[in-house]
């Protein structure tokens, strides 16, 4: 059996299973398969070395892993919708298991998700040395961006009795370049004392505008871990990230944390600090001196 026949049977079975999640209800288990599904289909998309695909069949996985995505954020709604129905998506099976000899119109108009390379933490430092930041629209000016349906958040955890959940709505974030950060969104974590993740992380969609200093989110973020049950020295960090059109990848371009002490109800806001993210804390380096913070709502969710 050749590689590329596992590849495609290890993304049908991976399919099935998040079909199957989301068939019997458990919804956070298929958003995780349907998320990690379509990141293994754009990824073989943005493969420049792949020979494995004609350009067509990468262009349908491209569309597949939208279709993806899109049932992805009718599940994480609070309410969940029927924007893209668990039947529809039903319907693209044949193409994932077929898709070497599939040559059919695609069955839904949508677009492929746009080609960027995302980088792992630290790794856009040997890309950007002496490089100054590329400029977009104007400081200053008024944007909204367009609304679409990347980022990965996940629902709300079932409660537990005598157990609290954390919800961080993230508002807003003041950088002094705002109107040149370019399709920004915030990337969430929770590591442990040691840097290690302690569960799932997750992107936020796009912000939904900039304004003078600020770009603000305006979404909310369920920590996906009762607050009782995070180890101790555990921090939340906020990668603040953007696309450089220049050079074709999503950077980060700050962070921030928040220590297990900071978890409280109510608004906080917390200082920047200079990339690479440092998770274990120990060589921070504050953004600015100017008065740019991060501004988030903490909501504590306990039953008795």
């Known amino acids: 059996m050749s590689d590329v026949t596992k590849t495609i049977q290890k993304w049908h079975a991976s399919f099935s299973k998040g079909t199957d999640f989301d068939s019997w209800g458990q919804l956070v288990e298929a958003i995780d398969e349907y998320q990690i ?7 073989e998309v943005q493969s420049t070395n792949s020979t494995n695909f004609t350009e067509d069949q990468k262009k349908t996985l491209g569309k597949f892993a939208t279709c993806l995505e899109l049932r992805s954020a009718s599940l994480q709604c609070s309410q969940p919708t029927e924007d893209f129905r ?12 077929n898709i070497l000899t599939y040559n059919k119109e695609f069955p839904f108009d949508v677009q492929p998700v746009a080609l960027r390379k995302i980088l792992a933490p630290g790794e856009e430092e040997n890309l950007e040395l002496g490089e100054e930041e590329d400029a977009a629209a104007g400081a200053g000016s008024a ?17 537990e009795p005598s157990m609290t959940l954390l919800t961080l709505r ?27 993740d302690v569960n799932q992380v997750q992107d936020t969609p796009l912000a939904t ?13 369920e920590i996906q871990k009762h607050v009782e049950k995070l180890p101790k020295g555990a921090a939340i960090f906020f990668e603040f990230k ?12 700050c962070f921030a944390f928040m220590e297990m002490d900071e978890i409280k109800p109510g608004p906080i806001v917390i200082e920047l ?32």
């Open 170 to 196: 993230i508002d807003k974030i003041g950088l002094k370049d705002a109107g040149q950060c370019i399709d920004p969104y915030m990337t969430i974590s929770v590591k442990d004392v040691n840097g290690i």
């Open 209 to 221: 505008r900039k304004e003078d200093t600020y770009i603000h989110f305006s979404v909310e973020v």
């Open 242 to 253: 953007h696309y450089k059109p220049k050079k074709r990848f999503t950077s980060t371009k």
């Open 37 to 43: 599904l379509a990141r293994q289909l754009q990824k």
């Open 273 to 304: 600090y200079r990339k690479p993210t440092d998770y274990k804390r120990k060589k921070l380096q504050l953004m600015t001196k100017k008065p740019l913070y991060l501004h988030l709502h903490q909501t504590l969710h306990k039953d008795s």
């Open 86 to 97: 668990l039947e529809e998506l039903k319907t693209l099976e044949p193409i994932i298991k």
């Open 143 to 159: 944007e909204t961006f367009p609304s679409q349906v990347s980022g990965t958040l996940l629902p709300r955890l079932p409660s």
